[in-house]
């Protein structure tokens, strides 16, 4: 095999690489964006279930007990 024809290979493997990771990053991206969208309905259902329960302070601003 020919220095030109392995350096060739190599780099179809390489942008096979890279397409696969491509592949990943943006599946994990679309992950990430769901999951940030249920974190903040979940963290909008909290407040308001802190609201309704008339506590006058959100749980999320008070101060842990140890300060």
Same mark, same amino acid.
């Given at each position: 095999?020919? $220095?030109? #024809? @392995? ?7 390489? !942008? $096979? ?6 592949? !990943?990053? $943006? *599946?994990?991206? *679309?992950?990430? @964006?769901?999951?940030?969208? $249920? ?6 259902? #909290? *407040? ?8 006058? !302070?959100?749980? *999320? ?7």
């Amino acid at each position: 095999m020919s $220095r030109i #024809e @392995d350096l060739e290979e190599r780099i179809a493997h390489l !942008i $096979r690489t890279v397409d696969d990771l491509s592949d !990943i990053v $943006r *599946a994990q991206g *679309a992950l990430i @964006d769901r999951l940030t969208y $249920r974190t903040g309905m979940l963290m909008e259902r #909290e *407040a308001e279930r802190e609201a309704d329960s008339g506590t006058q !302070i959100p749980l *999320a601003d008070q101060r842990p007990p140890h300060w």
